[in-house]
C-alpha cells in the first residue's frame, strides 16, 4: 500500500510539471509569435520609410473653399497650398528650438522617438477625467503623422506611426528630425513652417525673432487656425505664450529676468500676407465650421469641402468702401473704427459683415505715436460685429414693443421731467434728455421717435406696474424699484426672445439705464433682432451658410431655418410707423436727417452711449436690415458727436445703395 501511494505522488508531480512544461512551451511559443509579428510588421512598414527628402515634399491636399452667395466669388481657400520656405536648424533661433520643445516634447533629446512617461501620464489623466484629453505624441511622431499620416484613430495608422517613429528616430539625428519638424508643421491657415510664419507675421526671417515671437509661433503649433494671430482667438494665443515663458524658465532654458522682458515687449503683427475677401466675414464663418458644425482643422484642411455662404460680394464691396471712406472723416471726432451688418430679415441671411475699417490696414503705423494714441490701438483683425458694445438708445425699441404689448399704444402719455428714480447703484439715478431739455407730456409715439430718456425709462413703470405716469411728479417714484424692476425683467425678456443673447447678468445688474444701452450686446444679434420688426414680429435665426459640399458635389448640410413669431403684428407695425415718422422725429433730428430717405418708408434708430464710447444707427425695410457701429476698440470715448453724427452717414449711404437697386 505505500508503495502504491508513492507511485501516485511521483505519476502526480510528474503530471504537473509536464502540465508547466506545457504551459511554459505555449507561453514561449505565443512570445515567440508574437515578437516575430512585431519583427514583421516593423520590416513590413519601415521598408516604406521615405528618404530624409521625402519629408520636404509637398502632399496633394484638396482644400476647403468658401464662396459667397452665388458660388461664383472665392472668398478663402483653407490650405489651399502649403506656403513653405525651408530654413536649415543652425538659422532657427536656439531659444525657438527650446520653445518648442517645452510646449510640444519636453524630453526629445532623451527618449528614443516614443515618451513612454509622457504615455504613462497621458493614460492616468484621461483616467482620472474620464475621457481622451491628454496628448502624448513626441515631436517625432507629429513629423511622421503631418507628413505621411492621416489622424484617422485606427489601429494600423497607430501601428504605422510608431514603428515609423522608431525607424525614425534610429535613423536620423535629433538635430535633423527638429529641423525636419519646424519646416513642416503648420502656423496658420496656409503658413507652414517658422521661415513661413514668421515672415507672414512679423515680416522677418525666423533667424530675427526675439524671445517673444518664438514663444507666439510655438503657440500657434497647438491649434494653427484657432490660436491664429489674426482671428477671433487673440486673447488666448497671447495667454499660450506666457505659458510658454513661464515653462522655459521652470526647466530652466531661460531666466525670469528674460522672462518678465518678454513679457513687456510690445508685439507687433504685420498683417495678413494673402488677400482675403470679406475677412471678418470669412473667419466668422470658418470658426462656425469648426465649433457649431463640427469640423476638424484636419478636416477642413484635406477634404475640399464647398461653402456657399449668405453673402452678397456687391453689397459687401460697397459696404466695405463706404465704411472705410467714413472711418477716415470720423478720425476728425476722435472715432477711429467702424463696423456694419446687413441681413436679410425672411431668411435671417448675412448679405454683408465689415468686422472693421480695413483689415489689412497696419496697426502699428509708422509715426502713429505722433497722432492720438487710440491710432495706435487699431486692431483691425478683431471683428467688432460680435464684440460686446453699449447699444445707447438704439435698445429702446424692445421696451417700447414690451409696453405696446402690454395693451398700451403710441397716444399713452407721460410726463417728460426732472424725475428722481430712487437709488440704483448706490446712488440716486436723475438722468437727462440728450439736450437737457423738459417737454412735459408727451406720447409714447414722440418719446421713442425723439429718443426721449426720461420718458423712456417711465415706460418701465408702466410695464411693470399697469398704471399711467403722467401725473407723477419728480420723486413720486422713490422707493419703487421692484416696479422698475419687473419692467426691466419683462423687457429683457422681449429682447432676449427677438435674439439679443448677451444680456446674461442677474436683473438688479443693469438698473433702469439698461433702456438707454447700459447693457453689451452686439452689433450682429442686434441687427438680427431689428429683423424681427422688418419681418412683421417673426424670428429667423441669423445665417451665414446656405449648403455644404463635399469634394464630389454631394450636399452635405443645407440651411434650414424655420421663422418664429415673437411678436404680434399690431405691435410691430407700432413700432415700425413710428421708427419711419419723419416728421414727429424731426424736432430732434430734423427732417433732412441720415434717417430719412425720399420715396421710401424707412424705419430707423440711434443709439449713444452717455460717454460717448459707442454710436450706433440700426434701420430696415421689408427686404433688408442694416446695423452700423462706431467707435474705438480699446473703449476710448470719441468727440461729444452722437449716433447720427458717427454712424448715421455709413448707414444712409449703404441703405441709399441698397434702396437704388431694389428700385432696377
Known amino acids: 500500500m505505500p508503495q502504491r501511494k508513492l507511485y ?22 505565443t512570445f515567440f509569435f508574437l515578437l516575430l509579428g512585431i519583427l514583421f510588421l516593423f520590416i513590413y512598414y519601415a521598408k516604406d520609410l521615405p528618404r530624409p527628402e521625402k519629408f520636404l515634399e509637398k502632399e496633394f491636399i484638396q482644400s476647403t473653399k468658401i464662396y459667397d452667395r452665388t458660388g461664383k466669388v472665392l472668398l478663402f481657400e483653407i490650405y489651399g497650398e502649403e506656403k513653405r520656405e525651408y530654413v536649415p536648424l543652425e538659422k532657427i533661433p536656439v531659444y525657438l528650438r527650446e520653445a518648442v520643445i517645452v510646449a510640444e516634447d519636453t524630453n526629445f533629446y532623451h527618449h528614443f522617438g516614443i515618451d513612454l512617461k509622457a504615455i504613462g501620464r497621458a493614460i492616468l489623466a484621461d483616467l482620472k477625467l474620464k475621457k481622451p484629453v491628454q496628448g502624448a505624441s513626441t515631436i517625432p511622431q507629429q513629423l511622421i503623422r503631418s507628413s505621411f499620416l492621416t489622424r484617422e484613430k485606427t489601429l494600423e495608422r497607430k501601428i504605422k506611426e510608431v514603428i515609423l517613429t522608431l525607424e525614425l528616430d534610429r535613423r536620423y539625428s535629433k538635430d535633423q528630425i527638429l529641423e525636419w519638424y519646424l519646416n513642416q508643421v503648420p502656423f496658420g491657415p496656409n503658413i507652414y513652417g517658422v521661415e ?8 522677418k526671417s525666423a533667424s530675427e525673432l526675439t524671445l517673444t515671437e518664438a514663444a507666439i509661433l510655438t503657440a500657434t503649433i497647438r491649434a ?4 491664429y494671430p489674426y482671428g477671433e482667438h487673440l486673447d488666448e494665443l497671447i495667454a499660450r505664450k506666457d505659458y510658454i515663458l513661464n515653462r522655459m524658465v521652470t526647466l530652466g532654458y531661460i531666466n525670469q529676468e528674460e522672462k518678465e522682458t518678454a513679457q513687456k515687449e510690445e508685439i507687433k503683427f504685420v498683417g495678413p500676407s494673402s488677400k482675403i475677401l470679406a475677412p471678418h466675414f470669412v473667419m466668422y464663418v470658418k470658426n462656425l465650421l469648426e465649433q457649431e458644425y463640427g469640423y476638424g482643422e484636419d478636416f477642413l484642411k484635406e477634404k475640399g469641402l464647398r461653402v456657399y455662404t449668405t453673402l452678397d460680394a456687391g453689397l459687401q464691396e460697397s459696404a466695405e468702401k463706404i465704411v472705410d471712406n467714413q472711418a477716415k472723416i470720423n478720425e476728425k471726432y476722435r472715432a477711429f473704427n467702424a463696423s456694419l451688418v446687413a441681413i436679410s430679415p425672411e431668411t435671417g441671411e448675412i448679405l454683408a459683415m465689415v468686422g472693421s475699417k480695413d483689415w489689412f490696414s497696419d496697426p502699428f503705423p509708422e509715426g502713429c505715436e505722433l497722432t492720438p494714441e487710440v491710432d495706435c490701438l487699431f486692431e483691425p483683425y478683431l471683428n467688432v460685429a460680435l464684440r460686446g458694445r453699449q447699444p445707447g438708445s438704439a435698445f429702446k425699441p424692445f421696451v417700447y414693443a414690451t409696453v405696446f404689448k402690454k395693451g398700451y399704444d403710441d397716444k399713452t402719455q407721460v410726463l417728460d421731467g426732472l424725475t428722481n428714480f430712487g437709488i440704483w447703484g448706490g446712488k440716486e439715478y436723475i438722468p437727462q434728455n440728450y439736450d437737457g431739455k423738459f417737454r ?15 420718458p423712456s425709462i417711465k415706460v418701465l413703470y408702466l410695464i411693470g406696474s399697469g398704471e399711467k405716469t ?28 427677438m435674439g439679443i443673447n448677451t444680456l446674461t447678468q442677474p436683473i438688479p445688474f443693469y438698473g433702469p439705464s439698461v433702456v438707454l444701452g447700459g447693457g453689451e450686446v452686439n452689433l450682429l444679434e ?29 450636399i452635405i448640410d443645407q440651411k434650414n431655418s424655420v421663422p418664429r413669431r415673437v411678436l404680434d403684428l399690431r405691435v410691430v407695425q407700432l413700432i415700425n410707423d413710428i421708427l419711419a415718422d419723419n416728421e414727429t422725429r424731426a424736432p430732434i433730428f430734423g427732417l433732412k436727417s441720415p434717417l430719412y430717405f425720399e420715396g ?13 464710447r459707442d454710436g ?11 446695423g452700423v457701429w462706431v467707435g474705438n476698440n480699446d473703449n476710448s470715448p470719441m468727440q461729444k458727436e452722437p449716433g447720427i453724427v458717427l454712424a448715421g452717414p455709413i448707414f444712409h449711404q449703404f441703405m441709399e445703395k441698397v434702396l437704388s437697386s431694389l428700385q432696377k
Do not use: C, H
Request: hydrophobic residues 40%; aromatic residues 12%.
Open 526 to 554: 442686434m441687427a438680427s433682432a431689428y429683423g424681427v420688426f422688418a419681418n412683421e414680429g417673426l424670428k429667423v435665426e441669423p445665417e451665414a451658410i446656405l449648403k455644404i459640399e463635399d469634394s464630389e458635389g454631394n
Open 8 to 29: 501516485r505522488r511521483i505519476y502526480q508531480k510528474n503530471k504537473r510539471k509536464a502540465g508547466f512544461l506545457f504551459v511554459f512551451k505555449i507561453v514561449g511559443l
Open 470 to 497: 403722467e401725473k407723477l411728479e419728480i420723486n413720486d417714484f422713490l422707493g419703487k424699484e421692484e416696479i422698475f424692476r419687473e419692467g426691466l425683467k419683462e423687457s429683457i425678456e422681449t429682447a432676449k426672445e
Open 196 to 203: 513661413t510664419a514668421s515672415k507672414s507675421y512679423f515680416g
Open 600 to 612: 421710401f418708408k424707412v424705419s430707423a434708430k440711434t443709439g449713444t452711449t452717455d460717454n460717448f
Open 440 to 454: 412735459g407730456l408727451v406720447t409714447l409715439r414722440e418719446s421713442l421717435a425723439q429718443s426721449l430718456n426720461i
Open 224 to 227: 494653427p487656425s484657432y490660436l
Open 616 to 626: 450706433w444707427t440700426l434701420g430696415f425695410t421689408p427686404e433688408i436690415v442694416v
